[in-house]
């Protein structure tokens, strides 16, 4: 039986959530509000979907699937 390759590249990917809030102080503002919440809020809070998406992608790049 022959080993599946994976594309292990792909996992740098789950790098990006995490940088993404590293530093603080690039996002550390109040402006440009979003329905009336400040951009340090509503920045993380975007990244909670944006790190479901990302973890989709390597998931379904990096399991085998039915034959």
């Known amino acids: 039986m022959k080993k599946r390759e994976t594309n ?9 959530p995490v940088l993404g809030v590293l530093f603080p ?4 503002t109040d402006s440009p509000e979003f329905i009336g919440i400040p951009f340090f809020w509503w920045y ?3 990244w ?3 790190c ?4 989709f992608i ?5 399991t085998k699937r039915g034959s």
């Open 8 to 16: 292990r590249g792909v996992y740098w990917l789950m790098l990006l």
């Open 25 to 28: 102080w690039i996002y550390n």
């Open 58 to 62: 390597v998931y379904r790049a990096t």
């Open 52 to 55: 479901a998406v990302v973890t």
């Open 44 to 46: 993380q809070i975007a």
């Open 48 to 50: 909670v979907p944006g």
